[in-house]
């Protein structure tokens, strides 16, 4: 049996969904940034994809386990830079960072994210600049040699302020134009490259070609790689360097070239990286923490290196190389002070903290999706949404009659509250509608008009027994609910399966998809029903000429006259 027979029964459903609509728009417009529009994937606003391909020293493939840390650190760190709607993603053997909007330097930037190494400076010269010959039997003294252009930004524990003559420091993480990606061993003529090598070998090759000269311990080796190397050309030897041997290498902006010591901190022993705003001296600098394991070495390198400086290498290129002004620096905290901006401080302190990565990476495909182009495939989607929608108002309203009115209504109420809740859900958890997304929308529009088509159909075999409309509508909603939920739970299970196997842009088709189905249970019970079981209660919905139900009417009064026949002829007998 129905719920009730009574009529403000379906009057209290229909308030409660008016109840829940004033909720969802009173959070659309009264809180958060009160934008009622939601976050549209870079294929409907633009933005960048960048695609990064994993190398490793051999040239071998990459473990699953490094991958999935590599796409956790490089997740933290679009976070820390404050990358909204983004997505990190594993494919293959690759990661794929999306970042919607127009700034796609930002989506750039992550692909330097990789090894992170402090190794002590020996020798730094600017480039071009004649390298210092250092008698054989004398070990370059770190603080000997350095005509550095651009002092290091200051050293200093974070107890203390940092020294008033703390020098500025050089370019801070600031993207390099591109043709100074990476740095190149150019001084040793290598072997020509052997057509048949795989790339993997071709890479190894060029690996151990570039770690014999720049990574050799040999001085009169290094004062060669330091004079020969071009800071313009591509690194075989970014992220593959040996942290147990010395490098020579250069500055993130290709100005200064550096000969360092050993790594004596891995960057992953970095507990936490702070951009602050000095107020005593109103200068930005960068608090740095390191874990109780690297807390010991940097109090004895700062010992070591007192008034000398220590390079931060990413990638194996020198991000920074400051000058320690104090030491030993204990307690495991130092900070970094210099001509910061608060950009500057703050992708410092973003790299610090995110830097090391167990893998490095090399930028195969960079993919920018102008604003026009995601403007246009926005006004496709939309359009793709309104043809689906009248044509199935014009089905029901060419086979349902003034029953169909009864579908757009309740197609209109789901759309309300779809559209309320993907404005919330991206402001609440970053979530952004892409094409796929809409494509999960359109076909949820026709998963709810199969519930209507459900419903209608169980009142039709309700009238070919001989009930009429108003008592066939009750009796049909009890039969057609259990079919209802059966079909949406067995369709809300596949949306979750995909959503929770797939990866990239098919999550927000099957999010999507199973969004809508849920919101079909709830406009089914909370809107259709209740609007046909009012329906059901008014003379000129009764009409057969209005809910298009005659011709069912006509069979079950045939079927009435053929069973009152039959009986006749029983009696007769």
């Known amino acids: ?49 960048v695609t990064l391909t994993a190398r490793t020293p051999d040239g071998s493939k990459p473990s699953q386990d490094s991958l999935h840390k590599a796409q956790e650190i490089i997740e933290n760190r679009v976070n820390g830079l404050g990358v909204s709607g983004s997505e990190v993603a594993i494919e293959g053997d690759n990661i794929v960072i999306t970042v919607p909007g127009d700034d796609g330097q930002q989506a750039r930037a992550l692909a330097t994210t990789a090894k992170l190494y402090i190794r002590p400076v020996l020798q730094a010269v600017p480039k071009g600049a004649t390298v210092p010959q250092v008698p054989p039997a004398q070990q370059p003294a770190p603080d000997a040699g350095q005509p550095a252009p651009a002092p290091a930004p200051a050293e200093a524990p974070a107890p203390e302020a940092a020294a008033p003559e703390a020098p500025a420091p050089e370019a801070l993480v600031e993207e390099a134009p591109a043709p100074q990606q990476r740095v190149f061993p150019a001084q040793a003529p290598t072997q020509p490259a052997d057509p048949n090598q795989t790339p993997q070998e071709e890479t190894q090759r060029e690996i151990a070609a570039a770690k014999a000269t720049r990574q050799s311990t040999d001085q009169a080796t290094q004062q060669a790689a330091m004079l020969a190397l071009d800071c313009t050309k591509p690194d075989p030897l970014a992220g593959n360097d040996d942290p147990n041997l010395p490098l020579v290498t250069c500055s993130q902006d290709g100005t200064e070239v550096f000969l360092l010591d050993k790594s004596r901190i891995d960057g992953q022993e970095i507990d936490n990286a702070i951009a602050n705003l000095d107020q005593q001296q109103s200068r930005w600098v960068v608090d740095l923490k390191f874990k109780s394991t690297g807390s010991d070495a940097w109090a004895d390198l700062t010992r070591e290196y007192l008034y000398k400086r220590v390079a931060f290498t990413l990638d194996s290129k020198v991000f920074s190389a400051p000058q320690v002004q104090a030491g030993p620096q204990l307690g495991g905290t130092t900070q970094i002070s210099g001509s910061f901006t608060a950009k500057s401080a703050k992708e410092l302190a973003n790299t610090l903290k995110y830097g090391s990565l167990p893998l490095s990476f090399q930028t195969s495909e960079a993919e920018t999706v102008s604003a026009t182009l995601g403007l246009s495939s926005l006004r496709a989607g939309l ?20 029953l169909g009115f009864l579908t757009g209504l309740s197609l209109i109420a789901s759309g309300f509250a779809v559209y309320g809740i993907m404005v919330l859900l991206g402001r609440w958890i970053g979530f952004t509608l892409d094409l796929a997304g809409i494509a999960g929308l359109i076909i949820g529009i026709g998963m709810t008009a199969d519930s209507f088509v459900v419903f209608f159909e169980r009142i039709k075999d309700e009238m070919r027994e001989g009930r009429s409309f108003r008592s066939a509508v009750p009796r049909g909603w009890q039969r057609a609910r259990r079919t209802i939920l059966s079909g949406n739970a067995v369709s ?33 019970f909370l809107v259709t029903a209740p609007l046909v079981l009012l329906a059901s209660r008014s003379a000129f919905w009764s009409k057969p000429s209005v809910n298009g139900l005659g011709a069912i009417q006509e069979v079950a009064r045939e ?11 029983v009696r007769t007998r």
């Open 1 to 49: 049996m129905p719920p009730s027979q009574g009529s403000a029964h379906p009057l209290r459903l229909l308030g409660v969904y008016a109840a829940l609509l004033a909720v969802i728009y009173a959070l659309v417009f009264f809180t958060g940034d009160k934008a009622p529009t939601p976050k549209l994937g870079i294929d409907l606003q633009g933005g960048t994809r």
């Open 383 to 402: 359009i793709a949404g309104a043809v689906g929608l009248v044509v199935v108002l014009l089905y029901c309203l060419a086979y349902y009659r003034m």
């Open 492 to 524: 809300f299970i596949a949306a979750a399966v995909l959503y929770w196997l797939a990866a990239g842009q098919v999550k927000g088709f099957a999010f999507t998809l199973g969004l809508t189905t849920v919101l079909d249970v709830v406009v089914v």
């Open 559 to 569: 079927r009435r006259a053929a069973e009152a026949a039959v009986a006749e002829g």
